[in-house]
């Protein structure tokens, strides 16, 4: 694992909007792995402006993204179908028909995710996986003591977990339930992981994915497996790490090291 540790979100939010780019770049066609959730936002406010600005192109890039809510068709303003439109797919050159969220209004939510695991693996696998985290240690939607071996599937959502997306529904009970979610195996066949957190809320969860045991009940710790994953985090996530001197050692202010 390569933690990153940058002084503010800011700082973190570049960071990964660099390596977002330099991916892009050095690959056009590349199929990325999109993540949603509050911290994302300013993510795709950054690469929209560099699309606009910086002449940033997503034209030839194919998206999956991590999850949807069971029950919410796409125009749902609680969508994450919803939410990417507005907050990234509107704003820059990507193909919507390369575009891809599991359908969360299928009639057969299993068979979605089935067909939607099969999407992956035609489009060659997934080049750059986008990951948050919840506080509670979920990516994507595993929850806690999701089987470290899981493809997209049903998930049933934690009672923490509604807690804290309530926030974008009226109440804690039109908060959905259950999700369609990659799995943790399907996250870990990606090529390059890139998982940012922010904010002293992440940070219990952030010291379990990077330095507790490898275990289902903190599903991000699988990322413990991966070969090429970049935690990105800012001082407050990383407030709870034990060898936080030695990864600024190693990356100091979040730079890449010379063997990097
Ligand atoms: C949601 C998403 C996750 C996301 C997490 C953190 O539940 N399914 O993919 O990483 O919440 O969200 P936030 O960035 O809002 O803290």
Not at 142 to 156: D, F, V, W
Not at 174 to 185: L, M, S
Not at 188 to 214: F, H, N, W, Y
């Amino acid at each position: 694992m390569k933690v990153l540790i940058l002084p503010d979100a800011q700082a973190a939010i570049a960071r990964a909007a660099d390596i977002i780019t330099r991916a892009v770049a050095a690959k056009p066609d590349a199929v990325l792995g999109l993540a949603t959730g509050g911290t994302m936002v300013p993510l795709y406010d950054e690469l929209a402006r560099r699309h606009r600005d910086e002449s940033v192109s997503f034209a030839q890039t194919t998206s999956f993204n991590l999850d949807e809510y069971i029950g919410l068709a796409p125009d749902h303003p609680c969508s994450y179908h919803h939410y990417m439109q507005e907050a990234f797919f509107d704003h820059v050159d990507i193909d919507p028909a390369r575009t891809h969220l599991p359908k969360g209004d299928a009639p057969d939510p299993q068979a979605a995710s089935e067909a939607y695991e099969a999407l992956i693996a035609q489009a060659g696998g997934i080049d750059l996986q986008l990951l948050g985290i919840g506080q509670n240690g979920h990516i994507g939607f595993n929850e806690p003591t999701a089987s470290l071996g899981s493809r997209t599937r049903i998930k049933t959502l934690t009672r923490s977990t509604r807690e804290a997306n309530q926030r974008y529904f009226a109440s804690f009970d039109e908060t959905p339930q259950y999700a369609i979610t990659t799995g943790v195996a399907t996250i870990l066949e990606s090529r390059k992981c890139l998982l940012i957190a922010t904010g002293a809320s992440k940070a219990e969860a952030v010291a379990q994915m990077v330095e507790g045991p490898l275990a289902a009940v903190c599903p991000a710790s699988a990322l413990q497996l991966h070969k090429r994953a970049t935690i990105i985090l800012d001082t407050e996530a990383a407030g709870n790490l034990a060898l936080r001197d030695y990864y600024e050692t190693v990356h100091p202010r979040g730079r890449d090291s010379a063997f990097d």
